[in-house]
């Protein structure tokens, strides 16, 4: 099983970008299908983009079509999220996710592996 462990977090104004990564440990990262969720204070986890095993198809939470794009570099076990045009409701707890099976792109429990997250907060 991989590990998480996300980077990249911090202060970034509205209407400014900023990337977060996701490194993974172990010889199995090719194998995992990977997703980015996130949570704000006082609100539940939730599914902001999700990418398949060889990057080939990708999936986006309706808030984020557009401005967030999540790839992979599976020769550097890592996973990114490029974010642009940030908005002040873009402020959470980013957090890396990742599984061997299939399953709702979008839901929580189909994830077995997860990150401690990073911080993203935008200021208006």
């Known amino acids: 099983q991989v590990q998480l462990v996300e980077s990249g977090g911090g202060l970034v104004q509205a209407g400014g970008s900023l990337r977060v990564s996701c490194a993974a440990s172990?010889?199995?990262?090719?194998?995992?299908?990977m997703a980015w969720f996130r949570q704000a204070p006082g609100k539940d986890r939730e599914f902001v983009a999700a990418?398949?095993?060889?990057?080939?198809?990708?999936y986006y939470a309706d808030s984020v079509k557009g401005r967030f794009t999540i790839s992979r570099d599976n020769a550097k076990n890592t996973v990114f999220l490029q974010m642009n045009r940030l908005k002040p409701e873009d402020t959470a707890v980013y957090y890396c996710?990742?599984?061997?099976?299939?399953?709702?792109?979008?839901?929580?429990?189909?994830?077995?592996?997860w990150g401690q997250g990073t911080q993203v907060t935008v200021s208006s």
């Open positions: 172990g010889r199995t990262f090719s194998l995992y299908q």
């Open positions: 990418i398949t095993k060889s990057g080939g198809d990708t």
């Open positions: 996710a990742g599984t061997l099976y299939i399953g709702s792109w979008s839901s929580r429990g189909t994830y077995d592996t």
